[in-house]
T-cell receptor, first 114, second 111 residues
């Protein structure tokens, strides 16, 4: 079993839809959870960062972490064509400047149609 | 723009050759991480440096090495290149360790 599982999609939705992206993980030591957005041939862009369980909202984006189920989600409200990208979840068990390498899901490719 | 810079953007080289990829972290970030992204493996952690010292190693081949210099920029050296080394190579930098900011990447093609 891979440490982080993410459905690769592709996921196609109409403009304005609510998008739900998910990852599951197996390592209970993970405490830091991130979502990155990656446009084609570009570097990953940090969207959301969450520590431990709970919700975090930033504009149209909401990140949820359920550590008891080892499940994280990213919701995108009022999706726009500019949201079309690959979304990567990432996790880490370490904090601090000395360590913190991320374990990534393989990414879900999202397409928002006008 | 994340503030992390990488050069070159593209690199095309032949099997058996050696290349050097360069990364400048965001101002103030002491940690630099190197990742490899391929279609089949996704984003994989290679190695981390913190303030000039190696701190963690991931799936890095023995043919690959890295260093971080006193000005905190980092270089990833790839030698005896094989076709399978063709990938996107990213560096990321961080203050906290978990919030990592990625550069634009170097696309390496080995022919």
């Amino acid at each position: 079993q891979k440490e982080v599982e993410q459905d690769p999609g592709p996921l196609s939705v109409p403009e304005g839809a609510i998008v739900s992206l998910n990852c599951t993980y197996s390592n209970s030591a993970f405490q830091y959870f991130m979502w990155y957005r990656q446009y084609s041939r570009k570097g990953p862009e940090l969207l959301m960062y969450t520590y431990s369980s709970g919700n975090k909202e930033d504009g149209r984006f909401t990140a949820q972490v359920d550590k008891s189920s080892k499940y994280i989600s990213l919701f995108i409200r009022d999706s726009q064509p500019s949201d079309s990208a690959t979304y990567l979840c990432a996790m880490s068990s370490n904090y601090g400047g000395s360590q913190g390498n991320l374990i990534f899901g393989k990414g879900t490719k999202l397409s928002v149609k006008p | 723009d994340s503030g992390v810079t990488q050069t070159p953007k593209h690199l095309i080289t032949a099997t058996g050759q050696r290349v050097t990829l360069r990364c400048s972290p965001r101002s103030g970030d002491l940690s630099v991480y190197w990742y490899q992204q391929s279609l089949d493996q996704g984003l994989q952690f290679l190695i981390q440096y913190y303030n000039g010292e190696e701190r963690a190693k991931g799936n890095i081949l023995e043919r690959f090495s890295a260093q971080q210099f006193p000005d905190l920029h980092s270089e990833l050296n790839l030698s005896s290149l094989e076709l399978g080394d063709s990938a996107l190579y990213f560096c990321a930098s961080s203050v906290t360790g978990s919030e990592q900011y990625f550069g634009p990447g170097t696309r390496l093609t080995v022919t």
